[in-house]
């Protein structure tokens, strides 16, 4: 557990922050936004009118009659409930079939140490933090002034899913032959999760039982809560932690119960090609982000047509509204939701634009370059497959609104002007890959900073009027620079002058990479 806690000092507290950081600043900006129950009845309304809201929102229990602590919920619980999905995905799988991958775990084992020790030490130490978030959390709604019932529902809903996915990852790492695969594997049940719980929310079927998630909702905070979902959450999270500690058992060490299929016997001529095969390691990750920004999109493009009379029943909004000085109301929540989209995306951007650095520190980079394949040739693959990818996935999201606010205002001259205002947050997104790339060529081992600057953008532009930042410091994001289209006429220079920001970077750190050492497995 130590040498567990010593790796994880960094991961562990960022995504205990970042994720306790969201559903608390959020939690917080609630009240002034809903101050009377006029404001309450009216996002009632909202959200109870639209499937697509109910489907990624939840089942709006306690929406008949609506408190506060309702729409906390229903703004936070699905998406902390997923960020600690994933949270204990990647740590679990880390500390499990990653270090079998990376024949680690063989080097420990041949030591004093049990056979079972090394996952019971990371599902402890997850599990701990689940509990631990759910405390903050706990006490930060206290604190905000929420109802102290509620907020023990929804702290301990949070806690017991994310116990709950402990069991999944730990599970998926006994069942798959790789770590790549576990997290597939995993990812895939959290997809199959989401999708019975958002069809039986939207339908109002029981469907929606068959979903952990739904059990995780179903403990209704601030509406008449109800225990016994949480304590089957828990006893099932309890049951997986326990098979994968048998499955550990009847598998050996460094293979997994579904062993992995052989290939075909000759590759396919384009994979011949650094762009080819750049491709085929990625594909899967841009398909996904494809599908899920569309979703997204769609989600927000279908509330697009009540929105204005939304905000103009709500006085929290009276003060934007103000500042909006003529511009359709429409048109400004479309363009806040695009760039909230491209913030998004950026992560897929790093992701991507680091891809590189993964090759290198897993040894293969070494078998590609020791062909006639120079350095930049083939970190220029990767970053062509990125920048494909990002426009990819950044017009899947405008095709999503633009489809989604075309069916409900009728007008389907939407589909192309959202599509191509989603464009105008590409500069933007792709300064974040390019700060990635210098860092990753010129310094190595400080490139997962690259993550640090998309939190700190984030942050800005989340939080950044609300905490009263000067201007000088609203503008160190790249996404304060993005005019906001289709609210507003377009403005070239700043997307002109980020998109020669993002090349110099780029060129940066292209030069980098050509000149220094590549790590040696």
Same mark, same amino acid.
């Given at each position: ?53 109910? +489907?990624? %929102? ?46 680690? $775990? ?27 978030l759910g405390a903050v959390c706990f006490a930060g709604f206290l604190t905000i002034g929420y109802d102290a019932t509620g907020s023990l529902a929804l702290a301990a809903s949070l806690s017991v899913f994310g116990l ?19 997290? /597939?594997?995993?990812? #895939? *049940? ?9 069809? %039986? ?64 016997? &000759? ?13 085929? =390691? ?5 398909? %996904? ?8 999109? *769609? ?18 909004? +009276?003060?934007?509204? +103000? ?38 520190? #897993? ?17 220029? $693959? &990767? ?13 899947? /999201? ?24 989603? =464009? ?75 998109? +020669? ?21």
């Open positions: 557990m130590r040498f567990t806690l010593r790796r994880d000092r960094v991961r562990l507290p960022v995504w205990l922050s970042a994720i306790s950081a969201t559903i608390l600043s959020s939690a917080g900006a609630l009240p002034p936004l809903y101050p009377d129950q006029a404001a309450l009845d009216s996002y009632a309304e909202l959200a109870g009118s639209n499937p697509a809201m109910t +489907a990624f %929102g939840g089942p709006g229990y306690g929406m008949d009659h609506p408190n506060i602590g309702v729409v906390l919920v229903n703004e936070t619980q699905l998406t902390g409930a997923i960020c600690l999905a994933f949270m204990a995905l990647f740590l679990v799988n880390r500390h499990t079939r990653a270090e079998e991958d990376d024949e680690r $775990s063989e080097m420990i084992r041949s030591s004093v140490v049990g056979r079972h020790a090394p996952l019971a030490a990371v599902v402890l130490v997850q599990s701990t933090a689940m509990l631990l709950f996915m402990v069991g999944v990852a730990a599970v998926a790492a006994q069942v798959a032959s790789t770590g790549r695969a576990a997290l /597939g594997y995993g990812s #895939a *049940a959290i997809g199959a999760m989401f999708i019975v719980r958002a069809f %039986g929310d939207a339908a109002g079927s029981p469907v929606r039982w068959l979903s952990p998630l739904g059990w995780a909702q179903g403990g209704r905070p601030f509406a008449n809560e109800q225990w016994w979902p949480l304590a089957l959450c828990f006893v099932a999270a309890a049951g997986l932690i326990v098979l994968a500690h048998w499955l550990f058992t009847q598998r050996d060490l460094g293979s997994g119960l579904v062993t992995a299929h052989a290939g075909p016997a &000759h590759a396919a001529g384009w994979l011949t090609h650094p762009v080819g095969l750049s491709w085929r =390691l990625q594909r899967g990750a841009v398909t %996904g982000w494809v599908v899920g920004m569309a979703l997204m999109g *769609a989600v927000s493009g279908s509330i697009g047509d009540e929105i204005a009379t939304f905000m103009e029943d709500n006085q929290g909004y +009276a003060d934007i509204l +103000a500042l909006l000085e003529g511009v359709d109301v429409t048109d400004a929540f479309l363009a806040v939701w695009l760039v909230m989209q491209a913030l998004f995306i950026s992560g897929y951007t790093i992701s991507a634009a680091l891809r590189p650095r993964t090759e290198e520190h #897993a040894g293969r980079a070494e078998l590609v370059l020791a062909g006639p394949m120079s350095r930049t040739r083939w970190v220029a $693959s &990767h970053l062509a497959v990125a920048l494909g990818g990002t426009i990819a996935i950044i017009l899947a /999201g405008g095709l999503g609104t633009g489809l989604a606010y075309a069916a409900v205002s009728g007008d389907s001259s939407q589909i192309l002007r959202l599509v191509a205002a989603s =464009l105008a947050s590409l500069p933007a997104t792709l300064v974040l890959g390019a700060i990635a790339v210098a860092l990753y060529g010129l310094v190595p081992r400080a490139s997962l900073g690259a993550w640090l600057v998309l939190a700190m953008c984030v942050l800005i532009t989340y939080f950044g009027e609300v905490l009263g930042l000067p201007q000088w410091a609203l503008d160190l994001s790249p996404f304060t620079h993005v005019p906001q289209v289709p609210a507003v006429a377009i403005d070239w220079q700043p997307l002109l002058t980020m998109t +020669a920001l993002a090349a110099a970077l780029t060129g940066a750190g292209l030069w980098g990479i050509a000149r220094r050492d590549i790590a040696s497995s």
